[in-house]
T-cell receptor, first 116, second 113 residues
Framework: AQKITQTQPGMFVQEKEAVTLDCTYD???????LFWYKQPSSGEMIFLIY????DQQNATEGRYSLNFQKARKSANLVISASQLGDSAMYFC?????????????WGAGTKLIIKP | DTGVSQDPRHKITKRGQNVTFRCDPI?????LYWYRQTLGQGPEFLTY????????KSRLLSDRFSAERPKGSFSTLEIQRTEQGDSAMYLC???????????FGPGTRLTVT
């Protein structure tokens, strides 16, 4: 069965420093996608970045990059030059493309707090 | 530019009452998803629609839960005979066919007393 593990319940990071949020996944299917979402205290899930299992290069979106290590089944999110507005819950999620419904399997999340 | 909207944003109800939530997806998004998120956890998939057809239901969706998307546009999620364990954030998301990202609404927070 598919599973997402986020081992860091919470992190404190100094403003302007880079931060890495860990995510490991488990699936037996060769075709899958990995997502990171941000959830501020307002509750809305905000899409950050996506990595496909067949993508050759690590995904990047502005200050966000994904450190994809397929053999280790890890998909860590790296946020460069952190800002106070980055304080939020961060969720790693996976979609198995062999399922027809495209549901997302989610990790438990990491609460990131940026200190001024 | 209108995103996914959900109504109400907050609902407090007494145990045993029925509640109904509404989700309006982004216009022309064919796919619509419902998730439930309890405090300190990631979302859990509840059900999925493609247009008006409900194609998948999670085992989490007991007989007390029902969802509809009658015209392939907005969707409703009804919980009958609510229990305290139903207290959670109910998230709706939509996506167009062929696109991998799901766009989420702000959620409806349900508190059952």
């Amino acid at each position: 069965a598919q599973k997402i593990t986020q081992t860091q319940p919470g992190m404190f990071v100094q403003e302007k420093e880079a931060v890495t949020l860990d995510c490991t996944y488990d699936t037996s299917d060769p075709s899958y996608g990995l997502f990171w979402y941000k959830q501020p205290s307002s509750g809305e899930m905000i899409f950050l970045i996506y990595q496909g299992s067949y993508d050759q290069q690590n995904a990047t979106e502005g200050r966000y990059s994904l450190n994809f290590q397929k053999a280790r089944k890890s998909a860590n999110l790296v946020i460069s030059a952190s800002q106070l507005g980055d304080s939020a819950m961060y969720f790693c999620a996976m979609r198995d493309y062999q399922d027809s419904n495209y549901q997302l399997i989610w990790g438990a999340g990491t609460k990131l707090i940026i200190k001024p | 530019d209108t995103g996914v909207s959900q109504d109400p944003r907050h609902k407090i109800t007494k145990r045993g009452q029925n509640v109904t939530f509404r989700c309006d997806p982004i216009s022309e998004h064919n796919r619509l998803y419902w998730y439930r998120q309890t405090l300190g956890q990631g979302p859990e998939f509840l059900t999925y629609f493609q247009n008006e057809a409900q194609l998948e239901k999670s085992r989490l969706l007991s007989d007390r839960f029902s969802a509809e998307r009658p015209k392939g546009s907005f969707s409703t999620l009804e919980i009958q005979r609510t229990e305290q364990g139903d207290s959670a954030m109910y998230l709706c998301a939509s996506s167009p066919l062929g696109e991998r990202e799901q766009y989420f609404g702000p959620g409806t927070r349900l508190t059952v007393t």
